[in-house]
């Protein structure tokens, strides 16, 4: 259970199967000492980047300071999940406590090149990017154990791969690093997206032959073939090639299987599918395809410096905390809420309400959801106005007891969003009733059995993916994406109406790029 560890920062620090440990060396470059006149040696207690990285092991631990960074603050661990999801149309605000670059995110039609949010994600993708490129670089270098190199560089240009697709996908055309950054005046003007997407499309054709299809439980949250593939199917759908987009979900396609209960995809450490059962873990499970691990280490902290460094930093995401109901920043908008045909079952998954019973620590649970203590706005379904709160991801051990981050796995592709993108596939080939084929497998997962739909035309096929997708993905950080593809095929309102009216598709190059990138005005 020591997986994606770092054999020279040495410390374990473990969960389910997985622990993601950094080390200093990606960032640090150190002098290396004069021991006479006549002889320099390393100092191997302080190693440089020349005399590292010289065995697959130390590769390893390069491709592990990529994964932390995936973990960081700055993207998934908390400014990712918000720079997508305030632009999704599923959220609104919980009320005067969401803070000023989140609501500007939410409300405004574009937000302003200095918010904050935004350039954090920024940040996070392009030290994913750095980190990537400098094992990248050292790799062919490597020659100790030939499979352990080549399996690391398919982790490497997977992680790359997805930091340029969060990059190009939200700002269009971006700076293209392919090699880590040696100096301070190393900067890069922007690229054309058309370029960036051809990066990542051979990025992750290479990453696929590269990563195995499993690992065993120890290396449980490695990035896989069928990880390499399904952002591979994601990436052509995003760029308009539907028919190399299918390809590469296929081979995914039966690979994975649907869990019982669609809750599984988003609890961990407590919770049942009742409300009021017993401890549960689903973390890994067959459906999961890619998820960026979190940890609690049961001491209420978070790693503020946004980095995913360091042996001691905690290793958890404040989402819990953002969208529930003790800080109460976001919850579902009435336009997500409505979504939901009247008998899924998803909803209740998705959405707590007033009324509804949850298992809490402080105070002693099952505890009544009552007015007077859910921090948050209210919102309007069928008419009916009251306060809700996204249960997915959310840790209920706590209501209204102050700072306590979570360690749920954020599952970051799934099977069910692979047989939705194959669906949308389908409806743009035209051939709707297979469309309707994959659809209903989503429909028919045991604790959903949503009635079977029957399509004839492509644009009926295309609202039912488009409904699909929201309820059975939403806040799950695709909706952005989503809308930003099908409005630029025209979908909005010839389709569905728009779901963010206003909304500038490309955000802004941030400024903390443009203040000290002469390349870029």
Known sequence: MTTIKSTFINYNIMKRNISILTIAIILVVTSIIACNKKLNVFDQNNPTTESYFKTASELQNGVNAVYSSLRAGNVVGRE?????????GECASGGAQLEAPRAEL?????????????????????QMINRANLVLAKAPGVTDNNA??????????????????ELVSQWGDVPLYTESVSSSTGFKAKSPAADIYTFIITDLTDAASKLPATYGASDN???????????????NMQKGDYAAAKT?????????????SYSWNFDGDIRDDNNIGVATGHEFNSESIFEVVFVDKGDDNFNWGYNGEGSTSPLSTVRNQEYGITWGNVIPSDQFLNEFEANDPR?????????????????????????DIMNIATSTRNGVTMKRFFRKYNIYEYVNSGFHPGGLNQRVIRYA????????????????????????????????????????TKNAALKAVMHERTVELGAEEVASIDILRWRAKGYFPSIIPERVPNQVSLLPIPSIETSTNPLIK
């Open 80 to 88: 990712w999940f918000f720079t997508h999801d305030m632009r999704g």
């Open 148 to 165: 352990l190199r080549d399996r690391v560089v398919g982790e490497a240009k997977f992680l790359r791969a997805w930091a340029y697709f």
């Open 106 to 126: 939410l409300k405004q039609p574009s937000p302003a090149p200095s918010n904050s949010v935004m350039s954090s994600v920024w940040t996070g993708a392009y």
């Open 417 to 456: 969003d692979v047989l939705l993108m194959l669906a949308e596939c389908e409806a743009e080939a035209g051939t709707p009733a297979q469309a309707a084929i994959y659809i209903n497998q989503v429909r028919g997962r045991a604790s959903v059995n949503m009635p079977a739909v029957t399509l004839a």
């Open 221 to 235: 949250g490695r990035a896989t073939k069928g990880a390499a593939n399904a952002l591979l199917g994601r990436v």
């Open 248 to 260: 590469a979900l296929l081979q995914v396609y039966g690979k994975y299987t649907l869990t019982d």
């Open 347 to 371: 909803y209740k998954f998705t959405i707590y309400e007033e009324g509804d019973k949850i298992l809490t620590s402080v105070p002693a649970g099952p505890l009544t959801l009552t007015p």
